[in-house]
């Protein structure tokens, strides 16, 4: 039912497959959405302990794009579990289930030519493979906010850790839950060493210096 | 964990919330993603039976906002079933679920900025009635993409219709399962009076019309 891509937005035709259409509009592809951005599409996948900082350091980066005129949306618990995912739990299914959601909604604003930046703990290994097994190579960037275990429980902003290690939370990431770290991840950010501006500034140089997003 | 909007993007600091921020750099909100897209996002929602053109419609808006320079992005079929919503079937509380959870994506593109489209045949009220919920007023433009079955079963493009009159396919909307078409939808478009680019050139129209994106 899709259109040909129509010779207007600046492509050749090499790609026409269907032949039953009624209206040669073209259709739209991801590179025609990239082309209008000024960018590629791409997920920036935030891992981490609870606290080490992934929400600060996506808003940041959402923010400096947003500066430089680019197209960013972050993906985080505010946005995903009050909705998408407001029907899972955190039983291990539930877990690889919210992963994957939010792995195919990445990958839904990457092809829309968006930088999809999602700040989630995600502390399995084989659930965040999973998504970059989904998305395209290259669209997938990997990203391990490190932070000594010590620090995130001393800032215990939303006072997990506290709940945590009295029991009242279960299955707690880093306390009675593992956090699995990526063995190579194509980035690590390391909080406890430098301001949050900065960090901000490492997705973004690392942005540029990918071709994701032009330099300034 | 969010940052204060920052003066740098154009607006008051009324809003400020926390007093808890480390790093004064603003909050990238919605509205500062619509100024820098020039439009307000918002979600249209194609309904109606298999083969009454809301692909054609969606794929057809999605261009010619594209060729104006707007945002959009198409969520239908193609990108959900074989994604998201892999592991749902057909069963009611399956046809449910596909919606929420399509609406609950079309709700973070609109929030985002995107003119998200979406092109399902959500055959049931209170379904699409639910996702208008979680939308702001305004924000959820249904449209009854209007097609005498007797025509949609003559396209049969897929073939659908012979093999639901086979009997091989069950509850198959408009053979074995209801329509039930929304009772005063933002729009209707009447596909088989008209050609395709008439009916993409109705949504642009009617979001024009809003002020959701320019006129040209």
């Known amino acids: ?61 959402e923010k400096v794009l947003l ?7 972050v993906l985080d618990g505010d946005n995903i579990r009050h909705g ?10 539930d877990r690889t289930e919210n992963i994957r959601r939010i792995g195919e909604v990445a990958k839904l604003l990457t092809d829309g030519g968006m930088v999809a930046v999602t700040a989630f ?6 659930d965040r493979d999973q998504v970059r097994a989904i998305l395209q190579p290259g669209d997938f960037i990997e990203v391990l906010v490190d932070c000594p275990l010590e620090v995130c429980e001393q800032r ?6 506290q709940k945590a290690r009295a029991g009242q939370i279960p299955e707690f990431t880093g306390i009675s839950a593992p956090y699995e770290p990526p063995l190579s991840p194509e980035l690590t950010i390391r909080t406890h060493t430098q301001p949050a501006e900065e960090s901000a500034q490492q997705v973004l140089s690392h942005l540029e210096a990918r071709g994701i997003v032009p330099r300034a």
């Open 1 to 61: 039912m899709r259109f040909l891509r129509s010779p207007a937005v600046g492509e050749d035709l090499a790609e026409q497959k269907a032949t039953n259409i009624t209206w040669h509009a073209g259709q739209v592809e991801r590179r025609d959405r990239e082309l209008l951005f000024g960018q590629r599409g791409v997920t920036v996948w935030l891992t981490g302990l609870s606290g080490s900082g992934k929400s600060t350091i996506a808003v940041g980066a």
């Open 67 to 73: 500066d430089r005129g680019r197209h960013a949306y």
């Open 84 to 93: 998408l995912n407001k029907n899972l739990g955190f039983s291990p299914a």
């Open 121 to 126: 703990i995600s502390p399995y290994r084989a």
């Open 156 to 161: 215990d902003v939303k006072g997990l850790y």
